[in-house]
């Protein structure tokens, strides 16, 4: 799946709490701060509230901080944060 050359011109709604921006190297998709949804040329990385996931060619990282799960290819972890 390919994508096509296009201009990527950001744009700001919702009085500065929405943020869209397209191009063939990245997209971006913000609402402020409840919801961020991003992509480059070869990762992809979304935030809901607290939750997070990154899924990028060598690993994937999913949790909620200070609870993190990666899992790296060949082998993984789990990273908790003490206070």
Do not use: K
Request: charged share 20%.
């Amino acid at each position: 799946m390919g994508r096509t050359a296009r201009a990527g011109r950001p744009r700001l709604a919702f009085g500065l709490l929405y943020y869209n921006r397209r191009s063939t190297q990245h997209d971006a998709d913000v609402l402020f701060p409840l919801f961020w949804n991003l992509r480059d040329e070869d990762a992809h990385t979304t935030v809901v509230g607290p939750f997070m996931h990154r899924e990028a060619p060598a690993n994937t990282t999913t949790g909620s901080p200070p609870l993190l799960q990666r899992l790296a290819a060949g082998g993984g972890y789990l990273h908790i944060r003490r206070s």
